[in-house]
């Protein structure tokens, strides 16, 4: 027994250092990853053998120098104390231009330059330059077509979900789903309007907005959210917080979209009846609420659930969609997320799947729950979408008899 309590205390006390040396490790992150962003495709496009003319090198140079300093700087001023939307707009830009500009450089420099030198095209400087120009050339074109798929009005994605529970009742109905529209520095006002329009040719039952409404306050971006009172449902509109809420006076957000006419579901359910059937829809707090420090804020499934028979099938609007795992473990029928923009930009995508079950898209979890993440209306930050297009998405719930097929993809 002494032996057995010695160990383990030598035990712990050999993995503290490991620990704590990870954790000054990852306290470098911010400071070493911006210098990464900037400094490989400097050295890719300008010092890989190129040899270019003196003159093209220093200004080369100087503009990389120029960039990783001043992204940091405008996304201090932009997303700090100051909040000065030219700043923001300028940081996030420069942000989403360097990650699409290092992957790039990474793949093309080390793909391409393999497949010429194993084609034999070009030797030395030839070669160097040939991976320069595709390096930006593919960055110019990506930049371009992403910041067009970032603006303008998503796509509506259309599919059938089966759920086992759904009385026949209430099969064919529609619920619309919007989420991380993220109201921000640049004004989208108009294209708030064109995004209700939109919803408002579906002729949804329930219209959902699955949180992260904007980045900045409610009084700062009530012009933006405005758009969102003429958005109609046949039945009632549905809101939840999502994470930014909490970096932006949740409360605040709240209050104006019950202003707006929709219906918070704070750990709070209402009843959707047809047909003598009766669906449960519910909705939690983001679960970065309680650490906000927000009073009465946080994700609290059982209080969404308080009071609702256990028989009834459970519709959840939950953020994020690692609440699945909550969600699976009461038995929800269906959850319905954003968070994850479907990677917003190519390959981000990896590393959301860190972090989340799911990145887009319909997944089953557990015995019964059906997990649809959806890839977001708007965007955040850098104003590009590269292989992630938004969506507006519709769900027509079926119930088991419905001669529709289940799922579509």
């Known amino acids: 027994m002494t032996d057995t309590s010695e160990t383990r205390t030598a035990d712990g006390e050999a993995r503290a250092p490991r620990q704590s040396r990870l954790h000054r490790l990852l306290r470098y992150i911010p400071m070493v990853a911006p210098v990464l962003l900037w400094a490989v495709p400097c050295w890719v496009l300008l010092y890989g053998g190129q040899d270019w003319p003196l ?51 990474v793949l093309l420099g080390v793909f391409l330059r393999l497949a010429l030198t194993v084609a034999g095209v070009g030797q030395g400087q030839d070669r160097a330059r040939i991976v320069t120009w595709a390096v930006l050339g593919v960055t110019a074109v990506l930049l371009v077509w992403g910041y067009v798929e970032a603006r303008r009005v998503p796509r509506v994605r259309r599919l059938d979900v089966q759920l086992p529970r759904l009385g026949a009742g209430l099969d064919g109905t529609r619920v619309a789903l919007i989420t991380d529209t993220h109201y921000g520095p640049l004004d989208r006002a108009r294209w708030s309007a064109r995004v209700c329009e939109t919803v408002n040719t579906l002729e949804a039952d329930v219209v959902c907005h699955a949180g992260d409404i904007a980045d900045g306050t409610a009084e700062r971006r009530r012009a933006q959210a405005s758009p969102l009172a003429t958005v ?67 994700a609290h499934l059982e209080g969404a659930l308080d009071g609702a028979d256990p028989e009834l099938p459970v519709l959840l609007l939950a953020h994020q969609p690692k609440f699945v795992d909550r969600a699976a473990a009461h038995g929800i029928d269906l959850q319905l997320s954003g968070h994850t923009h479907g990677g917003q930009i190519w390959p ?35 104003p590009f979408r590269v292989f992630a297009p938004s969506e507006i998405t519709l769900l027509v719930l079926r119930a088991p008899q419905s001669p529709t097929s289940p799922t579509s993809p």
């Open 348 to 382: 981000f995508h990896f590393l959301v799947r860190i972090d989340q079950p799911a990145l887009a898209g319909l997944s089953h979890h557990g015995t019964r729950t059906l997990l649809y993440t959806s890839r977001g209306t708007g965007f955040w930050g850098p």
């Open 55 to 105: 003159p093209v090198t220093l200004a080369g140079t100087a503009v990389f120098v120029l960039g990783l300093v001043g992204m940091p700087l405008a996304m201090t001023r932009g997303h700090g104390r100051r909040q000065q939307d030219w700043a923001a707009i300028t940081g996030d830009t420069l942000l989403g231009s360097s990650w699409v500009l290092f992957t790039w450089s």
């Open 232 to 298: 109609r449902a046949g039945r009632a509109r549905v809101y939840v917080t999502g994470n930014h809420e909490y970096y932006s006076e949740a409360q605040g957000w709240v209050d104006l979209m019950d202003e707006l006419g929709w219906k918070p579901l704070r750990n709070s359910h209402l009843l959707l009846e047809r047909g003598g059937d009766t669906l449960v829809v519910a909705g939690v707090d983001d679960v970065t609420a309680e650490s906000s420090g927000l009073e009465g804020h946080r």
